[in-house]
C-alpha cells in the first residue's frame, strides 16, 4: 500500500452539518482510479482535515486517518446504468416545487439542496407529475467549473448524489426518515457545461431493511445523458 496523494474536503463542501457531502466527497477520491468508479463511505468524511490516499495492490484508492478508513474507490468500467425516459426542463422546474427537503436539521445546510443555504447548488428534487421519479432543474455556477468551462467531476458527483433520496423515498410519509450515503457508483458521459440549464433525475430501484438503492442522472436540456450513478443509502440504527 503506497501513499498517492491527498484528500482534503474544504468546509464549504458540507453534507451533513459536520461532515463532506457525500457525492462531492465520493467524487474527490473517484479521482485517483480511471474512468467510471464506485465509492464507499465507511465513516463521514471530516471536514478542512487532509486525509492520505493510499493505493491497494488491487487499484483500490483508500482515504485514511490514521490505520482508520475512510473511504474507498474502485474503477468500475462495467458501470451500467437503465436511465429512463428523460424529464423535460419545464416538468423539472414544476417538480421543484415538490422538493420534501427540510428546513432545519442536519441536512438543511447541505451545500447541494439546503434550504436553509443561499449558496447551495439549489438541486432541489421534487416528485414529477405522473411519473415515479424525481427531477430538479439545475445550472451550474461558473465557480463550479474548470478552465475549460465544464463542471468539476466532484461537483457532478456532488449533483449525483442529493436527488437519490427523495427517489429512494419518494413514496414515504412525512416526515422523512434519516439515511446517509454508503456508496455510490458513477459514470461521466460528457462535459456538463456551466451557465446552461441541466435537468436532474433520480428514481427509485430496490428496498430491504435498513438500504436503499437509487437511479441517478444529470441530463441535458435536450435530454442527452451527460452523467449517471446508483446510489446505497443507509438508515442508521435504531438507538
Known amino acids: 500500500m ?22 462531492y466527497s465520493a467524487g474527490a477520491l473517484a479521482r485517483f482510479v480511471d474512468g467510471s468508479a464506485e465509492v464507499t463511505l465507511r465513516r463521514p ?3 478542512a482535515r487532509p486525509l492520505d490516499v493510499r493505493r491497494e495492490d488491487d487499484g483500490r484508492a483508500l482515504a485514511v486517518a490514521g490505520d482508520e478508513v475512510i473511504a474507498e474507490a474502485r474503477a468500475a468500467p462495467d ?10 426542463v419545464d416538468e423539472a422546474r ?15 445546510r447541505c451545500f447541494v439542496c439546503g434550504r436553509a443555504r443561499e449558496d447551495s447548488l439549489d438541486v432541489k428534487a421534487g416528485a ?7 427531477a430538479s432543474p439545475w445550472v451550474p455556477p461558473a465557480w463550479a467549473g474548470d478552465e475549460s468551462g465544464a463542471v ?13 433520496y427523495f427517489a ?22 460528457a462535459p456538463v457545461p456551466v451557465g446552461e440549464e441541466h435537468v436532474a433525475i433520480a428514481w427509485p430501484i430496490a428496498a430491504e431493511g435498513r438500504k436503499r438503492e437509487a437511479g441517478v442522472a444529470l441530463l441535458s436540456a435536450a435530454g442527452d445523458v451527460l452523467a449517471a450513478g446508483r446510489a446505497l443509502l443507509i438508515e442508521p440504527r435504531p438507538q
Open 2 to 23: 503506497v501513499v498517492t496523494g491527498t484528500l482534503e474536503i474544504p468546509s464549504r463542501f458540507n453534507g451533513p452539518l459536520d461532515s463532506g457531502n457525500g457525492g
Open 45 to 47: 468524511v471530516p471536514l
Open 79 to 88: 458501470l451500467e446504468i437503465d436511465v429512463p425516459a428523460p424529464i423535460t
Open 94 to 108: 414544476a417538480a421543484r416545487g415538490r422538493y420534501r427537503g427540510a428546513a432545519s436539521g442536519p441536512f438543511s
Open 128 to 134: 414529477v407529475e405522473g411519473r415515479h421519479v424525481v
Open 152 to 164: 468539476r467531476p466532484e461537483i457532478v458527483w456532488a449533483v449525483l448524489d442529493c436527488p437519490t
Open 168 to 189: 429512494a423515498y419518494i413514496d414515504a410519509p412525512e416526515p422523512l426518515p434519516p439515511a446517509v450515503l454508503g456508496r455510490l457508483s458513477a459514470r461521466i458521459d
